[in-house]
């Protein structure tokens, strides 16, 4: 029996939006050097299990990425913040004082310190260098 395999390669959060996570596949960029290999390559993840098994936290991040942001599968990082605040002064600082991370694509995601440890499991998976700004009073949630 023959099967149709269909891949759609795309830069649109939309497509992602619209897509199960579970039928995903991230290709993350190796800079040349990585296992071994004299050249840039790709790697292929599959993002089945990238929110952990169905529970309450798999359940809260699908929703939160398919609300705020599918852009997440094509930053080169992540910087997960508090608040709106932190938000709205982050581009700035990179944009003055940090050059080089102002020459990536680096994705600002508001998530309230107490569920940024929800997204690990996803920030592991797709490999994705994360910075996380919160403060102490975060671990109370």
Known sequence: MLRTQLVVSTHSSHVAHETP??????????????????????????????????????????RY???????????DAAILVEGSAEKMMLP??????????????????????????????LMDTLGLTTLIITDLDAQGS
């Open 21 to 62: 996570y579970a039928c995903l596949r991230y290709f993350r960029r190796l800079p040349a050097g990585m296992d071994k290999v004299a050249v840039p390559v790709s790697s292929v993840v599959n993002l089945t299990g990238a929110f952990g098994l169905e529970t309450e936290t798999s359940r809260f991040v699908t």
């Open 65 to 75: 990425i398919r609300a705020q942001h599918a852009d997440l599968f094509f930053a």
């Open 92 to 121: 700035n600082f990179i944009r003055k004082d940090f050059q080089r991370l102002n020459q990536g694509y680096i994705t600002i995601l508001e998530v309230g310190g107490s569920h940024a440890h929800k997204l690990k499991s």
